[in-house]
């Protein structure tokens, strides 16, 4: 609910500070949409670099040493293999074109369902699920030589 009042304050800024740069190409209403939306991403982009952030400190620690005296097993090898995966992950992720980074981060991340995706980012639910469908496959393309050459060694 937080968020939501958050994100809805700062739509209201910027559509006051920018309202003279509205150019009628649209109506009011679209234009206004537009921006909630914009901001609405922006707050996600934002909520998944945290999250990124924090899932990588989950598996380092905040000070960059492996995390000390967990219930499960935490073998400094494990615990940097580990993260290296991860930033492999993620770099595979960004990329990604644009519009098959922020439907999968929007779905996979921050466990959007598709309809509600599709409605933030005013497309089809077959766009999504099409957008998705080449996320995977690109993501699969670029980790294959990475997860290949783990196999070997």
Not at 87 to 100: G, H, M, S
Not at 121 to 130: A, D, K, Q
Request: charge should be positive.
């Amino acid at each position: 609910m937080q968020d939501a009042e958050d994100i809805c304050q700062e739509a209201f800024i910027e559509i006051f500070r920018s309202i003279s740069k509205f150019r009628g190409d649209a109506k009011l209403s679209t234009w206004i949409y537009r921006v909630a939306v914009t901001k609405s991403l922006d707050h996600l982009k934002a909520k998944k670099r945290k999250k990124r952030i924090s899932f990588l400190q989950s598996l380092i620690g905040a000070d960059n040493k492996p995390i000390e005296g967990k219930d499960e097993f935490n073998h400094p090898g494990v615990t940097l293999e580990n993260k290296e995966r991860t930033k492999v992950l993620y770099a595979a992720i960004d990329r990604l074109p644009d519009n098959q980074r922020i439907v999968y981060t929007l779905t996979k991340i921050e466990d959007m369902p598709y309809k509600k995706v599709a409605d933030v980012l005013e497309i089809t639910l077959s766009s999504v699920e099409s957008l998705m469908f080449r996320a995977k496959k690109n993501l699969q393309k670029n980790l294959r030589a990475y997860y290949e050459k783990e196999m070997i060694n």
